[in-house]
């Protein structure tokens, strides 16, 4: 049975709760005041309320935020929101350009790239763990992404897409396979890259610079929320700060090594200032 975001529904109390419902699942929708069947909750409609125990609840379409955040079924760290939008807005994904992304992990990425892309465009993606992929596919299947095309395995011993518009590496060591994504992407190509510790971004800087890539960025990406009550306007208590460190550059065409070793940087980098100053 084909399904899609159409058929779900979120319930929330505006404040702390919020679920998402899916007549798929077997049993009641499970509140902090009882339960409600699916049946119910169709028949309140969105964007109507209603009353449970003296708790009011409304009913909300469900969107792709709020299905990664809440209905995505995980076996992984996804890639925030917050971080999310502005790798599509980095990688330049619109109608029609081709992406490859690895590792799809649970999908959450893969989703939203193939939604920026829209079917007259394509996403390739790949996952090593057979699992993780297996749960990807699904999630991928409910939101009728039929241009993603998934691959099971390493990248290096499957990449064999060209001309490429962007790409996406979010795995452990990113530079062991830029030389093989660099030959995927069409000159001026945009590559994008996450990872969490700043030692690999070092690693990824060297290989990049081998590689002869444009670095444009190295960056991190913060949002604080605030609680929404004219009198007392405030930041909330917590908030979500590092999730990963990303990388943006561009492919250039000539003057690129076969390097691939993170140590192995020229050695003139090793003292470069982006600003346009060198270390004494």
């Not at 109507?48 to 079924?73: A, I, P």
């Not at 001309?163 to 000159?187: I, Y």
């Not at 004219?230 to 979500?240: K, Q």
């Not at 492919?251 to 600003?275: F, I, N, S, V």
Request: net charge negative.
């Amino acid at each position: 049975m084909t399904r899609s975001l159409a058929d779900l529904l979120i319930v929330t109390d505006r404040m702390k709760f919020s679920r998402v419902a899916d007549p798929a699942k077997p049993g009641p929708v499970g509140l902090p005041t009882g339960h409600m069947t699916h049946e119910e909750l169709w028949a309140v409609g969105p964007g109507n309320s209603f009353v449970q125990k003296g708790k009011t609840y409304w009913v909300l379409t469900c969107d792709l935020h709020e299905w990664t955040m809440h209905g995505l079924r995980r076996k992984t760290q996804i890639i925030y929101p917050k971080d999310t939008a502005y790798i599509l807005w980095r990688l330049n994904l619109c109608s029609g350009k081709r992406v490859g992304e690895a590792g799809t992990g649970s999908g959450a990425l893969t989703s939203a790239m193939a939604r920026a892309v829209g079917p007259e465009g394509a996403v390739y993606t790949w996952e090593e763990d057979p699992r993780l992929l297996a749960q990807a596919r699904k999630n991928l299947d409910f939101v009728e992404f039929s241009h993603v095309h998934t691959h099971e395995g390493r990248l290096e011993e499957g990449l064999d897409q060209e001309n490429l518009d962007a790409f996406f590496l979010d795995m452990r060591h990113p530079w062991e396979v830029m030389a093989r994504v660099r030959d995927a992407l069409a000159p001026s190509g945009h590559l994008g890259i996450l990872v969490p510790t700043a030692n690999q971004v070092s690693a990824s800087i060297r290989a990049l610079t081998n590689l002869n890539f444009h670095l444009l960025d190295v960056m991190e990406i913060f949002i604080r929320f605030y609680k929404p009550v004219p009198a007392r306007l405030r930041p909330t208590d917590r908030m979500v700060a590092h999730t990963g460190y990303l990388l943006f550059a561009r492919r250039l065409k000539g003057m690129e090594t076969a390097a691939t070793d993170p140590e192995a940087a020229p050695a003139a980098w090793e003292a470069y200032d982006p600003d346009g100053d060198f270390d004494s």
